[in-house]
């Protein structure tokens, strides 16, 4: 073959191995700094989502934003932050949040939730929400392990991974 052809190949090869590598560094960096990645194992959060989807949500959303109530978001589980959780916020910053026969009280207002398919009961609270943290609950209450049930009740605002805004799997849904 001549060197003429070899270097044409050659040239070929690392042509195509810049694009790869290119590639692979543009994907890591978007999942590392933009985009959060994330599988919901239970039913905690059905109807809304359903268990075993894969959820992307906006890293920088509450660099430009703050955390509202309804939004659906995934955070460092405040009892062992090695592991992810996705829940909804429900109680902001100096807020109380106080459940009764299932029906969730905001400052004494019954909050209105349209995203629950089933009527949840039990008695839970009062809560005083610190500020900077969040109370969270998941969308089917009666399986649910959220801040109910956790040891330490309340999400820091810094351990807010990212807001949640498409199901990808197994269909795709907006998330808002």
């Known amino acids: 073959m001549p060197e003429e052809k070899k270097a044409s190949i050659k040239a070929e090869v690392f042509s195509w191995v810049k694009v790869i590598v290119s590639a692979i560094i ?23 989502i359903p268990a075993g989807s894969r959820i992307m949500g906006l890293r920088l959303y509450y660099d430009f934003n703050e955390p509202e109530r309804g939004d659906i978001v995934i955070f460092k589980y405040p009892d062992d932050e090695s592991v992810d959780y996705l829940k909804r916020i429900i109680g902001l ?29 039990g008695d839970f609270g009062p809560y005083q929400v610190p500020e900077d943290s969040y109370f969270m609950l998941g969308d089917n209450r009666a399986v649910s392990k959220d801040s ?26 907006w998330l808002g």
């Not at 543009?26 to 809304?48: C, K, R």
């Not at 109380?96 to 969730?104: D, R």
């Not at 109910?148 to 849904?173: G, Q």
């Open 148 to 173: 109910r049930y956790w040891h330490n009740t309340y999400v820091k605002k810094d351990k807010i991974i990212a807001k949640a805004f498409v199901m990808y799997w197994p269909s795709l849904k």
């Open 26 to 48: 543009i994907a890591l960096l978007v999942d590392f700094f933009i985009i959060a990645n994330a599988v919901v194992p239970t039913g905690s959060m059905e109807t809304t």
């Open 93 to 121: 910053p100096g807020e109380t949040v106080e459940i009764i026969c299932g029906k969730v009280y905001i400052n004494g207002e019954l909050l209105d939730e349209p995203y629950l398919s089933e009527e949840p009961t």
